[in-house]
């Protein structure tokens, strides 16, 4: 079956790089998907990436797709503060919205 | 602006009550859909609409239903609770032809005693 994997935890230095990473099993993925959610609140869709793609840019936030590895990462450049958040990659597959999968998250911690 | 709201925002109930938690959004958006989300789990789908009157089973929709009787609402009712559904749900929408939940509400947080 479907596997979404994300490492839990991340900490990083307020105006350095982060790179949260996901990999993902299931190679026949139509979407992937990047989600931030700050403590009590929903998740809020950040960006995402088309299956046929390599690499999507919005602002500070970079995503890159390796298919053959089955691996996607989002790096945030400059991180702030206000960036301290859990995120969650997601896949879609192709079927529609029933066939998707979310990770478990990775919470950034960003030092001032 | 518009917004995706729930309520309650807090549900205590117990186990083989009928529960239904709201969903309403303002953003005009055919798409719906209701998550779960439990500590060690990501999001679940636990239901979906394309539009009024129509309603899917995601990966995790056993005790649960939906309707859609307009654009606006997708209550999800817990037909008899459960303990295992203890969780936090989350309503989503999103445009028609567009991204998974591409917005969230705040979320219900249940507790089933």
């Known amino acids: 079956g479907e596997d979404v994997e994300q490492s839990l935890f991340l900490s990083v230095r307020e105006g350095d790089s982060s790179v949260i990473n996901c990999t993902y099993t299931?190679?026949?993925?139509?979407?992937l998907y990047w989600y931030k959610q700050e403590p009590g609140a929903g998740l809020q869709l950040l960006t995402y990436i088309f299956s046929n793609m390599d690499m999507k840019q919005d602002q500070r936030l970079t995503v890159l797709l390796n298919k053959k590895d089955k691996h996607l990462s989002l790096r945030i450049a400059d991180t702030q503060t206000g960036d301290s958040a859990i995120y969650f990659c997601?896949?879609?597959?192709?079927?529609?919205?029933?066939?998707?999968?979310f990770g478990t998250g990775t919470k950034l911690q960003v030092i001032p | 602006d518009a917004e995706i709201t729930q309520s309650p925002r807090h549900k205590i109930t117990e186990t083989g009550r009928q529960v239904t938690l709201a969903c309403h959004q303002t953003?005009?958006?055919?798409?719906m859909f209701w998550y779960r989300q439990d500590l060690g789990h990501g999001l679940r789908l636990i239901h979906y609409s394309y539009g009024v009157q129509d309603t899917n089973k995601g990966e995790v929709s056993d005790g649960y239903s939906v309707s859609r009787s307009n654009t606006e609402d997708l209550p999800l009712t817990l037909e008899s609770a459960a303990s295992s559904q203890t969780s936090v749900y989350f309503c989503?929408?999103?445009?028609?032809?567009?991204?998974?939940?591409?917005?969230f509400g705040p979320g219900t947080r249940l507790t089933v005693l």
């Open positions: 953003w005009n958006h055919n798409n």
């Open positions: 299931d190679s026949s993925s139509t979407y």
């Open positions: 989503a929408s999103s445009e028609s032809g567009g991204k998974l939940g591409e917005y």
């Open positions: 997601a896949e879609e597959l192709s079927g529609g919205y029933q066939k998707v999968t």
